[in-house]
């Protein structure tokens, strides 16, 4: 198709001619490009690498489009015609497929030369100098034009010193000096205007978190001495010292700390009761609160603002007050505004917060449609009730049931047997409960301290996961959270109690018998789905978690995250449980099989911005559990342990289709499970260039490395030693890697990422354990040599695309 519309248009240019010609204004040319040449200083000679293509950046406009030299879209334009309707089918063709011609001129020329010198200024290029021209299209028939700009480059002044210029020792003064402590102007850094506007934002947020409300960047001037290389031998000449101080004509006012008086709260539920006819609830800590219907507590606005009467005015503390009434999701906006109190000589503000509520009880409706790497595709109906504010406390209770199914795509469908592990449908429902604060006795937080509102939040699930055919899962869990943060950077999620009860039932003996009897099957696969069709599992554990964002810093090409988290179980209810008599089974409790284990997981990302339109990004995942004591015999529950592969893993290898470690696709357990090779413990490396093309358009290269390995032996792991973590486990990663399209409609981003496989570590060990000569041990991992893009059956095996919503990580 694309094929077809190219050729179209070309053939339409060598129809036409100069078509576009007899629209084009007698004496004008089209712009159809641009071109720099920076020239270096011929006595300093800086370095200017990259100058150019920084000035060919803020070159404006841009360029009528061209191909073969031909302004297509232009002639589309004229083509098409002038719509009799803007909002036409016309007038979209028009604006689609064409564009309007932009004319080249020297004054266009002149205003962007112009430009380019007020750029280099900016960028500490003092006295530089450029020259724009219009060069015609040698071919005289197409009457295009290009503009090439002669760019004189002089050497780059760098930073010597920075002086804060003060008066006198007023209290304004001193913390205007000890502002300096963390400014963006280095000693050697080049001198650069954004830099120096930043650094006037930063010192105005310093000083408005010490009282100083009515200051402003505005009010600072930095002063540019460029005489002392002259003045003093020992410098470059180059250099230059910067002086700040505050202009003479800022109002005192402006440098006086101000304090709070009093805070004023309208919930805004009676709006037709006059302000006269209200009764405001009394005043307490500073706070009157005017609430007509009666629909809040007190505590939620005490808990919230931050602000108290005879605090000094800070604005982390407004941000943050703003920030946490927005996040009790009961409010539709929230106004904020304050108010000097009407007295000459006040140091005195006034607070105000109007709000308006949103419905208190809400119903959503989501249909969600995916598909995977492991070609299931499938959709989910949830279905959402929410009461925002459940105890007037602004407490969110949420009940949602839902209904979902995933089911084979492509081949795979011709006779029952081959439905086993690939038709699935999962059913529950979840109920939440969640407080703004923390439910336990005798412990409390200080709204004026603490970034963000704690948050108690009590689960309830109820899950069953049907696999056609062959067995259901049934799972019960509940959880009481705590969520809190005390700064943006940093946020902690402690479950303290959290209990889950899982049982597999109505599982399908003739399926199952076909299975166990059939010679093919692997006898470690039937021992393990014996026991994951015949185990019970009751766990009863808490959980930790710390996540770690910290805000880059300005102008910084890096960004890090870090999360981490501990989740252990069952130590207290062993103690409550027994052994069967004369067994030596695992305790249990109620029949049950208590677990007990520890688990530990880790992430760390790490951004580099290479330019504006390139990001690096990267990303290791670690996690491992271990069962120990009641536990150390049992295998470990499937939906506690790992999965290599899919959209958001290692992307050349279909979900949970990879290891453990060196253990091969055995295409017999496919046919019966599908793919099901999950393991104790995982490692898994991502690397991703990201490529902006358009606003909408965003290409990216990736590689991916992991793999998942088991604990313990292999009666209990499922899997033979090829699946064990052994000391030489770096031997069996798989590594694969591909491309990917991202198309980033702002409020979603849809992916599609087609990957292949460079190692496979199945080869480097496929060989049978009780067949030492078996001559496909010796296979080398790395597959480069196998790739043929001609043979359909290495694509069907090899050509893995991944489709999802979001960035992988």
Known sequence: MKNSLFGLLILCALLTGCSVNKYVPEGQSLYVGSKVVARPDSISRPNISGVASQLEGIIKPPPNKTLFGFPWKVWFYYWIGEPKDEGGLKSWFRNKLGEPPRFATQRVADINADNMVSFLDNEGYYRSSAEGKLVQSKKAKRRTATMEFDVYVMPRYLINEISYVVSDSSLFNRDLVLAKKDTYLKKGDPVRLDVISSERTRIDNELKGKGYYLFNPDYLIIKVDSTIGRADSTLAPQQVNLFLEVKNTTAQTSLKQYFINRIYVNTGTDENKSADTVTNQPIRRGLNITDPGKLYKRRIFYDAIGFRRGSMYNNKM???????????????????????????????????????????????????????????????????????????????????????????????????????????????????????????????????????????????????????????????????????????????????????????????????????????????????????????????????????????????????????????????????????????????????????????????????????????????????????????????????????????????????????GSYPPDTQQISLYGYQSFADIRMEFNSELRFKLTNLINIAAFVDAGNIWAFGDSLRAGFDSRGIIKKDFLRELAVGGGIGLRLDFSFLVFRLDLATPFRKPWYKGLADPDNPDDPTRNKNPWVFNEVNFRSKAWRRENLILNIAVGLPF
Request: glycine residues 8%; positive net charge.
């Open 318 to 660: 407004h941000d943050v007050s703003l920030q946490r009434l927005v996040n009790l999701q009961n409010f539709k906006f929230v106004r904020n505004r304050f108010e000097l109190v009407p007295r000459s000589d006040s140091a005195l503000l006034d607070v105000y917060y109007d709000l308006a509520p949103l419905k208190k009880k809400a119903l959503q409706t989501t249909i969600a449609a995916s598909t995977k790497s492991n070609n299931l595709g499938g959709s989910q109906l949830d279905v959402t009730w929410r009461n925002r504010n459940t105890f007037k406390g602004a407490e969110m209770l949420s009940i949602s049931p839902y209904f979902g199914f995933d089911v084979q795509l492509g081949g795979g469908q011709r006779d029952n047997s081959n439905q086993l592990g690939r038709e699935y449908i999962r059913y529950g429902a979840r109920a939440d409960l969640s407080f703004p604060r923390f439910v336990v006795p005798f412990v409390r937080i200080r709204p004026e301290k603490s970034q963000a509102l704690p948050k108690t939040i009590l689960s309830l699930t109820y899950e069953n996961r049907v696999q056609r055919n062959f067995y259901t899962t049934t799972s019960i869990r509940g959880d009481w959270s705590y969520v809190w943060r005390k700064n943006q950077e940093v946020e902690h999620t402690l479950t303290p109690i959290s209990i889950n009860f899982v049982e597999p039932r109505n599982v399908n003996g003739e399926t199952l018998d076909a299975i166990v009897f059939d010679p093919n099957t692997n006898p470690l696969d039937v021992k393990r789905y014996l026991e994951i069709l015949s185990q019970k599992y009751l766990i009863a554990g808490s959980n930790y978690s710390i996540s770690y964002r910290p805000t880059p810093k300005p102008f910084s090409r890096n960004q890090f995250a870090l999360t981490g988290g501990i989740d252990y179980g069952g130590n207290l209810l062993s103690l409550f449980a027994k052994r069967p008599v004369g067994d030596t089974l695992p305790k249990e409790f109620l029949g049950v099989p208590v677990f007990q284990y520890i688990k530990l997981d880790g992430d760390v990302r790490y951004y580099r911005t290479i330019t504006p339109g390139i990001k690096w990004a990267n990303r290791l995942l670690l996690g491992a559990i271990r069962p120990y004591g009641n536990s150390r015999t049992m295998q470990t529950p499937q939906f506690k342990q790992y999965f290599g592969g899919g959209s958001t893993g290692i992307r050349a290898f279909r979900a949970r289709s990879l290891g453990p």
